[in-house]
């Protein structure tokens, strides 16, 4: 093997994590108010407060708090299959027989439920500018399928994607718009926040998103008929009668009180979170500078992303010589050059995490007969084979970060 241990590994004393929670202290007052007045439930103050403070943030006019961002999803995939094709019979998904647009890099929960629904997934190429769905690539995907009534988009790593543009297509093809928001809570485009352009949107509070319950999602939306929808749907769809009695298929799916305390705790440093996941990027980016790499873009003059995750893009002439199977990867090092696993291991040694970039839905086994419509090259399969996500913890210390810089530049000596 190629050594690199020229320099001696100073390792980092405790683990920085590519994003932990961090906790200040309100949270357990509120987890404890619940205990305290035995609202011990998937009812009480501190959902109707997160429910409420929430909406306003985002700027949306109502919310539904629920156990997952997932479950949000699957929530928002059902509202819209329902309104386009109607109401499934029972033990049928509703979304039989359709296809929907999606966001090909992402996290897989983005479109699951598209499955969970018996749907089918058309996965639409990113695009380079911010690493998000490509809005000329999901016109493309309409050309082909001008029949697809329905679009799922994510912003990746708390970056905004071309949201208007994509909205634009969405309302040419007259088709519903389903926006992921779980990673980019507190980001805007034109000022506005992500999370009130789409007509159902998911939030996540997922351990390691930007604040968190330790768990936990919401659903938005303008619409009160739906919002009343999803709450009867997540509370296993009781009718109002004095018994059990159903109309529709129900799910378990509301955020618990003590849950929503936390996350009523952590509201309070949304911004203070943002700011410093902010500095950590603008640091990266500082000590990488005469490196082969650039950190991941967004679009200055109209975003503002939340820097939920700093991650390097290594340039192409940069990039070693790397083979992956489907579990596994093998790589050779060049003087000069580097490659994501390479990096990845070196953090390791370090005591630091890093993670690589999400897998391209149309490169996962489970969906890969799945079409996928890209522009003029697969950008997502690209950036998967040079990109990674960098520890972006908001509690890392600037010389604990100044390690994790010589690290990787270590990769490319
Ligand atoms: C975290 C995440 C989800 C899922 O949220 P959970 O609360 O973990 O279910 C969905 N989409 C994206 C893009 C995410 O990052």
Redesign the pocket.
């Known amino acids: 093997m190629f050594d690199r241990s020229r320099h001696k590994i100073e390792k980092l004393n405790s683990k920085v994590w590519l994003s932990s929670p961090t906790m200040h202290g309100e949270e357990l007052l509120y987890m404890e108010k619940a205990y305290q007045t035995n609202w011990m439930s998937t009812l009480g103050e501190n959902i109707n407060e997160i429910e409420k403070r929430i909406s306003d943030k985002v700027g949306v006019k109502h919310a539904v708090a629920l ?7 699957h929530m928002c995939v059902k509202l819209a299959g329902e309104k386009l094709y109607g109401k499934a019979k029972t033990g049928h998904g509703v979304l039989e027989g359709h296809k929907v647009m999606c966001s090909d890099l ?2 897989a ?2 479109l699951n439920p598209v499955a969970y629904e018996n749907g089918e997934c058309v996965f639409v190429d990113a695009e380079s500018d911010t690493w998000n769905i490509d809005p000329v690539a999901l016109e493309k995907a309409f050309e082909k399928y001008p029949e697809v009534r329905l679009v799922i988009i ?3 790593y708390g970056t905004p994607g071309k949201i208007k543009e994509i909205k634009a297509v969405c309302e040419k093809h007259n088709a519903l718009l389903i926006e ?4 980019s809570l507190g980001a805007t485009y034109e000022g506005q926040d992500t999370g009130s352009f789409g007509d159902y949107v ?5 351990g ?2 930007i604040i968190t319950g330790s ?3 919401m659903f938005l939306t303008n619409s009160e008929e739906d919002a009343k929808k999803v709450r009867k749907w997540s509370t296993q769809s009781r009718e109002a009668a004095p018994w059990y009695q159903h109309e529709d298929m129900g799910y378990n799916y509301r955020m618990s009180n003590v849950i929503a305390g936390v996350i009523r705790g952590q509201l309070n440093h949304l911004d203070e979170h943002i700011a410093q996941k902010r500095a950590i990027w603008e640091r990266y980016k500082e000590g990488f500078k005469d490196l082969p790499v650039k950190m991941n873009p967004w679009d200055e003059k109209k975003s503002c992303p939340n820097f939920w995750l700093s991650c390097l893009l290594i340039d192409k002439e940069a990039l070693c010589k790397q083979e992956m199977t489907d579990k596994e990867i093998s790589f050779v090092p060049e003087i000069g050059k580097s490659c994501p696993s390479e990096i990845l291991n070196t953090l390791g040694e370090f005591n630091a995490e890093g993670r690589h970039m ?1 897998k391209p839905m149309h490169l996962q086994p489970m969906y890969r007969i799945n079409d996928f419509i890209y522009n003029k090259e697969d950008v997502g399969a690209d950036l998967f084979k040079r990109g990674m996500c960098l520890p972006s913890d908001n509690k890392m210390t600037e010389y604990e970060q100044d390690v994790i810089i010589d690290a990787v530049k270590k990769c490319f000596e």
Request: aromatic share 10%.
């Open positions: 156990s997952s961002g997932t479950a949000a999803l992402t996290f929960a983005t994510a912003h990746l992921d928001a779980a990673e998911a939030l996540s509070f997922n390691n998103k768990s936990g999602g999400w």
